[in-house]
């Protein structure tokens, strides 16, 4: 009989602790702020850095397009293997000169 009678008091105390915790825990979730509605994102701007061509010195025809300024002396290969020495550079604009066209079969190892 004793033990039933402890059985039954653990039991409850138990039910009412478990009770209590919910809802404790129910008041905490509910005294939360509601979050802000969301701001809607900003607008796309234009990109922040500049960029930079390189033309050929005689026709004008745009070699590269660059981010990075570039300076007298400065080569390039392009993708047609002709290799061009900048030769003038002015604002954002660099004049370039044809110095001779690349072979890359010269470069490439002997299998």
């Known amino acids: ?3 039933r ?3 039954c008091i653990s039991r409850s105390t138990l039910v009412i602790g478990a009770v209590l915790l ?3 825990l129910g008041l905490y ?3 939360q702020p509601a979050t802000p509605e969301q701001k ?3 607008a796309p701007q234009s990109p922040s850095y500049t960029s930079f061509v390189i033309l050929e010195e005689t026709t004008g025809e745009t070699l590269m397009q660059i981010s990075v300024p570039p300076t007298v002396g400065d080569e ?3 993708d047609t293997n002709k290799r061009y020495t900048v030769v003038k550079v002015e604002e954002k604009r660099a004049y370039a000169r044809f110095v001779e066209d690349v072979n890359l079969k010269k470069y490439q190892n002997p299998k």
Do not use: G
């Open 1 to 3: 009989m004793k033990n």
């Open 5 to 7: 009678r402890f059985f």
């Open 22 to 24: 919910a809802v404790s």
């Open 29 to 31: 979730v509910t005294s």
């Open 40 to 42: 809607p994102l900003p």
């Open 76 to 78: 390039l290969v392009t």
